[in-house]
């Protein structure tokens, strides 16, 4: 029996200060699966997409590791981070991390039910909410890593627990993440499952991989926010995905 190199970590850690009150009008966003910041040239390509932005969604982030002070003394952005397993060997800590230029007022994490074969580790979900500039809202950001090879019954239950998340939310969302939409039944139900709760899709030209079976992984969703530009950065190779980078807008109250 091959023993796994890995161990449980369910747990929240907090790094950095945040720099602004509240969030908008213009909100500016990346999203990216950093492979474990394994890659070449990955800090000095994180270090320039993330210059401007007031989100930053990480999946497959690190911690315990040299890249640390980033985050950790950090003046700008606060770090959220939901850990879901840690390397033994090397004690570095893998999970979703969300990062804002605006102190979230509440956060929440969970792990998938089911566990990922071979590795028997969990894929997480992490939840923050945030204070906009329009007083009387707040914009909850659900930053998701679904789970994967595993039985579409097992998916479908993770995808069940993110959208339970977003059910007592009355305003602005964005959803966004890795969610391993590498066939048409997987890519088709978590589509359906946006679309019920008023998500829209955020559009993008986009450069399909091999290793992701010529499918799209990574995908925004947001509702009650102005779509204003996304840009793939097909031109960046430190990861197995490409950075993406968008700008949302907040909606003026109805008067």
């Known amino acids: 029996m091959i023993k796994s190199r890995y161990s449980k970590v369910e747990s929240l850690k907090i790094m950095g200060l945040a720099s602004k009150q509240v969030l908008g009008p213009d909100i500016n966003i990346l999203l990216w699966n950093v492979f474990k910041c394994g890659k070449n040239g990955w800090r000095d390509d994180f270090l320039k997409l993330m210059e401007n932005k007031d ?126 939409t590498w066939n048409g039944k997987r890519l088709k139900y978590f589509t359906e499952q946006a679309l019920s709760f008023s998500l829209q899709e955020v559009e993008m030209k986009r450069q399909p991989r091999l290793s992701h079976l010529f499918q799209h992984l990574d995908h925004v969703y947001c509702r009650g926010l102005e779509i204003v530009d996304a840009l793939v950065h097909t031109d960046i190779h430190s990861s197995d995905h490409y950075p993406i980078s968008l700008s949302l807008r907040t909606l003026s109250p109805a008067k």
């Open 55 to 180: 989100l930053i969604l990480l999946q497959e982030a690190i911690l315990n590791s040299p890249l640390d002070p980033h985050f950790n003394k950090s003046l700008k952005h606060q770090w959220i981070m939901a850990r879901s397993f840690r390397n033994v060997k090397t004690n570095i800590e893998t999970g979703v991390k969300t990062g804002s230029t605006v102190t979230a007022n509440k956060h929440y994490f969970a792990a998938s039910k089911h566990s990922e074969p071979i590795s028997n580790t969990k894929k997480m979900l992490l939840a923050t909410v945030y204070p906009l500039d329009t007083s009387a809202q707040s914009l909850l950001v659900l930053n998701c890593h679904i789970i994967n090879f595993v039985s579409f019954k097992k998916f479908r239950a993770h995808l069940k627990q993110v959208f339970q998340t977003l059910e007592h939310h009355t305003g602005p969302i964005l959803l966004a993440g890795d969610f391993n």
